[in-house]
């Protein structure tokens, strides 16, 4: 899972096209109106928020999601609390810069909501500046940004709709090229959430609604998880410069053109791989030691510890929040203990199968700590979902916690689709071929064929030593005046007509052509001396003086 180390080329993993597309990602200015008697309520919710975001955004790996960030706080005067710095690895200075917006008073008041306004669109065109500003200062260093945008966010307790108002008359003459987008937060109080704010469960954020050409608006609960929520929409890809998948389906019949959807790929959670921790969050299920707790020397691993906390129903569980590889589990087969408890325990178990299969339901079950470990209230605790399948056992799959959650609202369509693509669509669907069951056995992945040949073209074509290798390599370079090798086979044949007994320590070569004789062949058909071995003692190398006279003894027999 690791982004950073993968491969770029066209022979990696094909998810890489998504990864990436994080290269786009603009940079951010979060400017939070903290103005009194608002900030009194929304204080602490918005520093609360804002420090668990961060907490999770600089220990992130992988492609970088939030390259660069900067905070303003406007309040009786504008101020930067913090200039452009990245945010992977800078916890310590973001935390800080946070303490420090949490510091400012809410009580009082500010005369004017006009000088408010000013004071917001002052701080937006002084966050472009110094955008544009440290882009010139990073084209001529290391730190170099490839998306040359800024997005900025403003987080104020004001009616919304006027403050997008005061910044779209503020910024109408205004240059706002590297602007890509300027978006107003609204977090509404007790008394606006019954007329402005459609409720809901889950506190989700609503759809931002396009109000002009440059300014957003969109409207948050008051409490940490709403505007954790909006936070971590940053943390999504925000290139849109092409599309990422192409969904092709079969040609319909009395249209030979084949259809292709075009679509977009959205993560719903963060993955718990880039988060480098020391307890698990369940992220490992690929084999049975990945999920057993770590255990020092040689002791042997305490079982793992799940309590069942709920019963969910079984169509109440989607899909998307669940992660990793799932894990088969079934009675224990162990032989420590004795008849009698074993078949106890498979009866509770076959038991526990047939309740939660009869009633549809599954179990949440939560990693109970270990009383001997040091961690305490403070360690990570994971979550899995238990299902019943209709064998005799069960499926254990990982499910996200909360604060790995991204934004999703994608809320279902009371619309009919269109006749025409109605159409069209059934008839690419009834080309397919129906089957009642998925059986893996039918599906392959050429991943034989493919190790084969990668294996194959990495070893070496003629097995020769590696110290016969080195020695021609450095009698080479001794001797660069002669470019042209010359064919080992007369020294071959003189050390065979002086010894009995001889073996070779390489492979043998193919015979060379009739035509050896009349004289050494190009460079390109040269090869390295073979070194021989005899079964008493090492020919001695001849030297150049021998090689002469072979030379001339070989003219003279022509």
């Known amino acids: 899972m690791d982004n950073k180390k993968r491969p770029a080329g066209p022979s990696s993993s094909g998810s890489l096209v998504f990864w990436s597309s994080f290269s786009r990602q603009p940079a951010r ?124 966010t403003v987080v104020t307790s004001q009616p919304g709709r006027g403050v997008v108002h005061q910044l779209e008359t503020g910024l109408k003459d205004c240059d706002l090229v590297s602007l890509r987008r300027l978006l107003v937060v609204q977090i509404l109080g007790a008394g606006d959430r019954s007329q402005d704010c459609q409720s809901s469960e889950d506190a989700q954020t609503e759809d931002s609604l396009m109000l002009g050409t440059e300014v957003d608006l969109q409207q948050v609960q008051n409490s940490v998880f709403a505007v954790e929520t909006m936070l971590k929409a940053w943390l999504q890809e925000q290139g849109g410069d092409r599309e990422h998948l192409h969904l092709l389906l079969p040609s319909p019949s009395d249209n030979p053109a084949q259809v292709c959807v075009k679509c977009d790929m959205q993560e719903r959670l963060i993955s718990p791989a880039l988060i480098p921790l020391t307890p698990s969050l369940g992220v490992k299920t690929e084999s049975i030691r990945d999920f057993l707790p770590a255990v020092k020397g040689n002791q042997s691993p305490a079982p793992q510890r799940l309590r069942a906390i709920k019963a969910l129903r079984a169509d109440g569980v989607c899909e998307s929040v669940l992660y990793g590889l799932p894990l088969v589990i079934r009675p224990t087969t162990c032989w420590q203990l004795d008849w009698d408890e074993m078949e106890t325990n498979g009866s509770l178990f076959q038991a526990l199968c047939h309740t939660l299969r009869s009633r549809d339901l599954f179990l949440l079950l939560q990693v109970e700590a270990d009383k001997r470990s040091t961690a305490g209230s403070s360690g990570v605790f994971s979550h899995f ?76 074509r003629y097995p020769v030593r590696l110290q016969s290798a080195a020695a021609d390599r450095e009698q080479t370079q001794q001797s660069p005046k002669n470019p042209v090798s010359r064919p080992p086979r007369q020294l071959q044949n003189r050390q065979l007509g002086s010894h009995s007994k001889v073996r070779a320590t390489v492979a043998p070569l193919p015979s060379a052509s009739a035509s050896s004789s009349l004289g050494p062949p190009p460079a390109k058909a040269s090869r390295p001396a073979l070194s021989f071995l005899s079964s008493s003692r090492r020919a001695p190398a001849p030297t150049r003086q021998e090689e002469d006279n072979d030379d001339s003894d070989s003219m003279t027999v022509q």
Not at 386 to 392: F, H
Not at 412 to 417: I, L, R, T, Y
């Open 385 to 460: 979902v238990l299902q019943s399948s209709p064998s005799l056992s069960l499926l254990l799959k990982p499910v996200v916690s909360r604060e790995l959650l991204l934004p999703c609202s994608l809320p279902a369509s009371a619309q009919d689709p269109v006749p025409c693509a109605l159409q069209t669509v059934q008839g690419c669907l009834s080309q397919m071929e129906e089957d009642f069951l998925l059986n893996p056995l039918l599906l392959s992945s050429n991943l034989y064929h493919h190790l084969r040949s990668r294996g194959l073209l990495s070893q070496p």
């Open 29 to 152: 200015v979060l400017i939070v109106e903290a103005s009194p008697p608002g900030w009194s309520e929304t204080c602490t919710v918005v520093c609360d928020a804002l420090d668990n975001f961060l907490s999770l955004a600089c220990n992130l790996d992988g492609p970088c999601r939030i390259p660069l960030l900067s905070l303003y706080a406007i309040s009786r005067q504008q101020e930067c609390l913090l200039p452009f710095v990245q945010v992977r690895g800078n916890l310590a200075r973001l935390h800080s810069c946070v303490e420090e917006l949490r510091s400012i008073p809410g009580d009082g008041c500010i005369r004017g909501a006009a000088r408010g306004g000013d004071l917001l669109r002052r701080a937006v065109l002084d966050s472009l500046q110094q955008f544009k500003q440290y882009m010139r200062y990073a084209s001529t260093g290391s730190q170099a940004c490839n998306n040359a945008s800024v997005e900025v």
